[in-house]
């Protein structure tokens, strides 16, 4: 599966950004999807996790309350809405897609990934 991320860009804290992440190839519905982000200077950690039939998302503490992970299978598409953005939240966001649903917050557990959009918050 190939998966393309967009919806990156700037905003000022507080604001929200909606990221979303298509997916080709194979049927997207038999995928668990997820979430990633590298701030500069930093490891990629894990931000959210979906699977397959959308329900029972998993979040990293540091965006829970404020960031939402859905799916489109239909239109095989996963979306991060992101609101009360703080500058900490400012990296390179990854969509990432799995065969299972396991380990995932463990980016070695993640088979498939996008290329990556960058998300700027600004103070």
């Known amino acids: 599966v190939q998966l393309q991320a967009s919806g990156g860009g700037l905003v000022q804290a507080g604001g929200s950004l909606s990221l979303s992440c298509t997916a080709s190839?194979?049927?997207?519905?038999?995928?668990?999807a997820g979430w990633f982000r590298q701030a500069p200077g930093k490891a990629r950690e894990f931000v959210a996790h979906i699977p397959r039939n959308g329900n029972g998302a998993t979040y990293a503490d540091s965006v829970k309350g404020r960031f939402t992970i859905s799916r489109d299978n239909n239109k095989n598409t996963v979306y991060l809405q992101m609101n009360s953005l703080k500058p900490e939240d400012t990296a390179v966001y990854y969509c990432a897609a799995q065969a299972w649903s396991v380990r995932f917050q463990d980016q070695n557990a993640w088979g498939y990934w996008g290329q990556g959009t960058l998300v700027t918050v600004s103070s």
């Open positions: 190839g194979r049927s997207f519905r038999s995928y668990s």
